[in-house]
């Protein structure tokens, strides 16, 4: 589990920034771009299908959707709705499936264009291929799933004056809410699907970082370059958490919060659980280590706080049940972790060649479990080095417990017999 060169999922050909997995139909969407930087490099969204094939995935570019001159650096998925942090405004943007053109033309076709169609095919199939690996989405869409999307609405989500730029974006579970954190430290909420705005408060001084939305909508929790790690009730401040109160060795504001993440309990439905990455605020010449800590989400006290290595962590995300969380790096190394020990399970150093800037796990949907196959746990990665990356954990043998029982008793029957032979009357 060290470092070694991690195949490629897909590559894009611009900086990738942000990526979410369509729970219904198993689409990887994945953002980012140049900006509005005059650079040649393009703004996009782009739609991934993808596949397993045996025990390897694989994925193909199915729409590509352009940003124009703005980079999508971050985004959420609600429903059938991408709402996407494009500098200092957040776009919403409704994506829909439509009939394949190569089927619909089907119809009008004649003998002597299908044959012909066919003839080229057969003849030009190296041709075709290298049409794909330029890029030419119209060709590779016409006999393919078909994506449209269109922009319905937009919000100015951060008013910084300097540099306005949105951080993080949520919908709440019940997808009746929209929150937003930007540069200028503030959160604001908007009532969704109207956009009406409900909420706007100062936050943080500061940026924002991250921020997550209880199932139930009760409680907001953010986290800041302030060093501070909030609980909101609406804008009213309910508490703020102090990961190493029982740590002395650890000095004041010497750490700052980088990401926070509610996950789920397995096997416990109504318990809730709150993640938190902690970083260091300065580099020093010997890197300090970073932590990882989860707290109780209903009372939100520390349950378990533990190191999770040197590299800094520049993104965190939970699995739908709760039981893995993903790490990834400003050095682009890869790892996930067990929610329940914090323990390490899977690393891959510097596996892309630069900050990793978002983590996604397979959903737990029939989908998602299809694409997961024989793997306990399946989270995609993308870097500033245009990759997209594949990491799973293959499933953990386990035996019935009647058969631990039954090899116990044998042993203990064994125990017995040998005793009774090396010492005769003992037993």
């Known amino acids: 589990m060290g470092k070694r060169r991690m195949p490629d999922l897909y590559r894009a050909p611009f900086p990738l920034y942000t990526i979410k997995v369509d729970p219904k139909t198993g689409w990887v969407i994945t ?21 397993l094939v ?3 995935h694989c994925a193909t570019l199915v729409h590509s959707h352009d940003t124009d001159t703005r980079a999508t650096m971050n985004l ?6 991408i709402a996407a942090g494009q500098d200092g405004r957040c776009s919403l943007m409704r994506f829909r499936q439509r009939q394949p053109r190569g089927k619909a033309a089907a119809k009008d076709w004649g003998s002597s264009e299908q044959g012909a169609a066919r003839r ?13 690996a330029r890029g030419n989405v119209s060709e590779m869409n016409d006999n393919t799933t078909q994506i449209s999307v269109e922009t ?3 919000v100015q989500s951060d008013l910084n004056p300097q540099d306005p730029l949105q951080k993080c974006v949520r919908f709440s579970p019940d997808l009746s809410l929209l929150l937003t954190g930007g540069t200028d430290g503030h959160i604001r909420v908007w009532e969704y ?11 943080h001084e500061g940026e924002i970082e991250d921020l997550d939305i209880s199932p139930n909508n009760k409680h907001l929790v953010t986290v800041g370059r302030d060093f501070a790690c909030s609980i909101w009730s609406g804008n009213q401040l309910a508490m703020s958490l ?8 650890i000095a004041a504001k010497s750490y700052r919060y980088m990401s926070c993440r509610f996950g789920k309990v397995e096997d416990q439905k109504d318990t809730l659980r709150l993640y938190t990455v902690q970083i260091p605020h300065k580099r020093d010449r010997k890197p300090p280590q970073c932590y990882l800590s989860k707290w109780d989400g209903q009372n939100f006290l520390p349950m378990l706080t533990n190191p999770c290595g040197t590299e800094v962590i520049s993104t965190l995300a939970v699995s739908d049940s709760g039981t893995f969380l993903g790490l990834g790096t400003v050095t682009g190394s890869v790892a996930i972790y067990v929610a329940f020990s914090l323990q390490k399970l899977y690393y891959v150093q510097e596996s892309h060649g630069i900050v990793v800037t978002d983590l996604a796990f397979l959903p737990d949907t029939p989908k998602g479990q299809s694409l997961k196959g024989n793997n306990e746990a399946a989270m995609l990665s993308v870097a500033v080095d245009s990759r997209c990356q594949m990491h799973t954990v293959r499933n953990r043998r386990s035996f019935p417990i009647w058969l631990v029982l039954f090899f116990c008793g044998i042993m203990v029957v064994g125990a017995v017999l040998l005793l009774q032979h090396l010492f005769p009357g003992l037993i």
């Open 31 to 51: 953002a980012g771009g140049g900006g509005g930087s005059k650079t040649g490099i393009k703004n996009a969204v782009h739609f991934l299908g993808l596949e």
């Open 54 to 56: 045996g025990d390897q």
């Open 76 to 81: 959420a998925i609600g429903g059938d709705v």
């Open 120 to 132: 080229r095919a057969g003849k030009g199939g190296k041709g075709s291929e290298g049409a794909a």
């Open 152 to 154: 319905f609405g937009e």
């Open 193 to 203: 699907p109207s956009l009406k705005e409900k909420l706007d408060f100062k936050a």
């Open 242 to 249: 102090c990961w190493h109160e029982k740590m002395p060795q």
